[in-house]
Each structure stands twice: as C-alpha cells, then as structure tokens.
C-alpha cells in the first residue's frame, strides 16, 4: 500500500511492516512542543512511580500526566484545578493512597482498575485509562473520543455494534472496560499473526489515535476531524 491505508484497511491487514509505519505515524503527529513528554511518558517505569513521596505524586500529575493528557487549555486548566484540591486541603497522602493502590493492582481486574484511576479528582474514563496506559501498557490503553471514532470505522460488526451506544465525549465506565478489552484482543491477535510479542494495547491505542484525531492527515472516506489529543 503506497497511500495511508483506511484505518478498516489497516485493522484487517496481515502486513505487519503497515502496522510499524501506522506506529511511526502516531510520533510525526505529535506536535515537537510536546514531544520530548510524549517520548518521557511512553518509556515511564514502574519503579519511578513507586520512589515517589506523596509531594513527588502530585508535581507529577500536575506537571506531567495532566500535561500529557489534556492538550486543550481549558480542559487542562478545569482538570489541574480539581487536582490542585488535594493541595489546597493538605490531602496529598490520600492521592498517594491512591498511587499506592495503583501500583497493586489485579491487572485482569479492568473495572477496578479504571474505578480506582478515577479516585483521582479531576480523571473520568478516559483520563483514568490514559494514567493506566502508561503505567501498563501492555494490559491498558488510552480510550478516548478518538478511539471510538476510529474504532467505528474499522468494519468489524461486532465491534461497530458495541461503540455505537458510546458517547465518546462522555464515556462511562463500562464503556472503557469494553474498549480495554477490544484492545487487548485485537494486541493479541496481532501478537499472533505476525510471531512476536510486541503489540500491546496502547500500541494500538496510538495507532487508532492517529485516525481518530485532527492532527492527522485527511484521508478518503473520513468525515470527523476532532481536535488533537483526549478528554
């Protein structure tokens, strides 16, 4: 395929080097203001969440995660303030409660995993499974606005059946488990047909993201354009 195949084109194909180019094209969207935090938070470890103190916790979702996920201002600026609450109440070492609670997590256990993510003020569904993404990346996936409309286009029937009830600005719960889980199929489906063990979840997630989002480019048989980056 010498044009960008349809994200229908590419979801059915066995052409694993299509695949590695879909990947490539999620890091030459990412505007270069905020590359150098993308390529940070994609290579985040475990045990650098786990050295933090509860002060450590906060600077970094403030400074980072939130950074990360909220690319729109005034989303940014609501979300940070809800956040900014465990500050201004002298709550950090609930919030770091919650951190401890994440990094104990029953990975199979997707709805308790989203359920605890979303403790932390100012996260829904889809910034809850952003935050999970990053710390695991090879069970989670960021499942936002853009996933379920690149998802609706991939021309599987069962799973058009199962994002078209969504509303992708305003994800529930079960809704998330439900993307988690299509993405986690579809990691190990490639896993399996090309040999390997390096699809994951938030590798597939990135690529939907890709289709799914404005930074993209315009392509045949597209017709929603939706800003840059997830609520």
């Not at 952003?130 to 991939?154: C, I, K, N, W």
């Amino acid at each position: 395929m010498n044009q960008i195949p349809t994200v229908a084109e590419l979801w059915h194909t066995a052409d694993v080097l299509e695949w590695h180019r879909a990947l490539e094209r999620y890091w030459s969207l990412v505007k270069p203001a905020n590359l150098a935090l993308e390529r940070e938070l994609n290579s985040l470890q475990l045990a650098s969440l786990r050295s933090l103190g509860p002060t450590e916790w906060y600077d970094f979702l403030h400074e980072k995660y939130f950074r990360w996920k909220y690319t729109a201002a005034n989303r940014l600026a609501t979300t940070r303030a809800s956040l900014r609450s465990y500050m201004e109440e002298n709550a950090l070492e609930a919030l770091d409660r919650i951190r401890q609670r994440l990094l104990a997590l029953n990975l199979e256990d997707i709805r308790t995993a989203l359920a605890i993510a979303t403790t932390i003020r100012g996260l829904g569904t889809a910034g809850a499974s952003g935050l999970l993404a990053l710390m695991y990346p090879h069970a989670f996936a960021t499942v936002d606005q853009f996933v379920v409309r690149a998802l609706s286009e991939v021309g599987d029937p069962s799973i058009t059946s199962a994002v078209s009830s969504m509303k992708p600005e305003a994800l529930k719960p079960e809704d998330g488990i439900v993307l988690v889980r299509i993405l986690r199929r579809k990691a190990q489906e490639n896993n399996g047909t090309f040999g390997s063990t390096d699809w994951t979840p938030r590798k597939i997630e990135m690529i939907l993201w890709t289709y799914g989002s404005s930074a993209a480019p315009e392509r045949p048989r597209r017709a929603r354009h939706p800003k840059p980056h997830g609520l």
